[in-house]
């Protein structure tokens, strides 16, 4: 295979967003500085939601959330209340870029892409993705691989378990995962010149979620704890590090992505949805008050009074008792608009514990969507731009937590994103316009020359040429 043929690589750092990747943590990043004097770059606004699964998924599909049939980790099953299910690579109702590149006949290496479990199988090497069972053994095509990838560099994290409060172990857990993941993606690199190859790293959203209290003066529950501050400066030295030494082996006619699928910022608190649907009259619960902290699931609704109940998360995902679709339904259909009409008033209408609205930002995803596949939620309510978390426990005295009701957490999502390319013929070394997340998988083909489907809703990024 000719070395001039177009080739790409794709660096996916979960969660970075333009002040940590390009503003706080850059002085940590000599070699990431570096490759900046190389790219054009700038914010990349994620998808509705902003999480992991479906970001990566609407990234290189080009397909918005609703065309795929994600909209979460968790979906629930239809005709249940509490049935839930996490998606996977088989959940994906359209193809990934990597997927055509296959059909195409071009060689791809993709580690870690989500929702990437079980590994489909491509024209190359796929590794799953954190979302991994932990005694998975079938989480690479070929199965063949399977060993050389544990002993490449002595073991292979997919995850760390962050909502804890032993924060030492999460930091060290961290900077050996990542060690890991970069130490196979250059093991791999050398195997052949890939087409395509595409990492994701999920480590600095699990530093983000673990430790943005300790480095951001901003955040409401700031600690000033030097050791932890250093600490995450450390996990970015060595992030850069890694990156670096891959660098090093990437010749520069081969095109660089780095790319984020949503931002990170400080969490203002949690707004428990299931609370205010009780107050407003819209959920039932059966016998006495819950203990705090109790899961939604674990109640007695009496769903013969209850129209609505909510789902906590990043955002509010919130679902209707509707006759002949729920099992005990309340709603009938025809007065469904109505409905949703006045819960997204009342939504709008509610207050932070300051007085200020909270700013909830309520849209519904058969307006949002090309189309709705799947299990959507029938409402998608996002609180002060996202910086609220929605807590689905019930059992308590107040609409307003300051911590996460599932465990320690110190940051939540938001809508900008980063992307930086190299070889765009424009803005080199500059901060250019915003960018649209659903386009980068259409622009891998295009840079790739292969021709991106009329079906496609993305579209190629002309500056990235």
Not at 360 to 375: F, I, L, S, T, W
Request: aromatic share 10%; glycine share 10%.
């Amino acid at each position: 295979m000719s070395e001039k043929r177009p080739r790409v690589v794709v660096i996916g750092l979960d969660s970075s967003s333009p002040w940590t990747l390009f503003e706080r943590f850059l002085p940590q990043m000599p070699r990431f500085r570096e490759l900046l004097g190389r790219c054009r770059y700038g914010t990349l606004k994620s998808i509705d939601p902003p999480i992991t699964v479906p970001a990566w998924a609407v990234m290189f599909s080009g397909m918005d959330p609703g065309t795929l049939g994600i909209y979460g980790f968790r979906h629930r099953k239809p005709g249940s209340y509490w049935d839930q299910y996490i998606p996977s690579s088989r959940s994906l109702l359209q193809p990934m870029a990597w997927d055509r590149l296959s059909r195409a006949g071009r060689r791809v290496c993709v580690i870690g892409m989500p929702p990437g479990y079980p590994p489909p199988v491509v024209n190359g090497v796929y590794i799953s993705d954190f979302l991994t069972p932990d005694d998975a053994q079938d989480f690479v095509s070929p199965i063949g691989l399977r060993e050389e990838i544990r002993n490449v560099a002595g073991g292979y994290a997919f995850d760390v378990t962050f909502r804890a409060e032993d924060r030492d172990r999460i930091g060290r857990e961290l900077a050996e995962m990542t060690h890991q993941h970069f130490a196979v993606a250059r093991h791999l690199w050398k195997k052949e010149p890939w087409d395509l190859f595409a990492l994701h790293e999920i480590g600095p959203d699990r530093i983000h979620h673990t430790f943005w209290k300790f480095f951001d003066p901003a955040h409401p529950r700031y600690e000033e704890n030097p050791r932890f501050r250093e600490l995450v400066d450390e996990y970015y030295r060595k992030l850069d590090a890694e990156m670096g030494l891959w660098l090093d082996e990437i010749p520069p006619e081969v095109r660089i992505l780095v790319v984020s699928d949503h931002g990170s910022q400080a969490m203002q608190g949690c707004f428990c949805i299931n609370e205010w649907l009780i107050q407003r009259g819209h959920l039932a619960l059966r016998g006495p008050r819950p203990a705090p902290g109790t899961p939604i699931e674990k109640t007695d609704v009496d769903w013969a009074r209850t129209r609505a109940w909510g789902a906590g998360g990043y955002y509010a995902r919130i679902f209707y008792n509707v006759k002949g679709r729920e099992p005990q339904g309340t709603l009938e259909r025809r007065d469904l608009p109505a409905f949703e009409a006045q819960l997204t008033k009342e939504l709008q209408a509610v207050r932070r514990p300051d007085g200020a609205p909270l700013g909830a930002d309520v849209r519904v995803p058969k307006q949002v969507y090309r189309e709705v596949h799947g299990d959507s939620p029938d409402l998608m309510v996002y609180f002060g731009n996202v910086a609220w978390r929605s807590a689905g426990t019930v059992g308590y005295d107040t609409l307003y937590l300051q911590e996460n009701d599932t465990g320690p957490d110190d940051s939540v999502h938001s809508f900008d994103g980063v992307y930086a390319v190299t070889g765009a013929h424009a803005g080199v070394g500059q901060r250019g316009p915003e960018e649209n997340l659903i386009d980068i998988g259409p622009t891998v083909l295009d840079l790739l020359g292969v021709p991106v489907p009329p079906e496609v809703q993305g579209r190629p990024i002309a500056a990235f040429r």
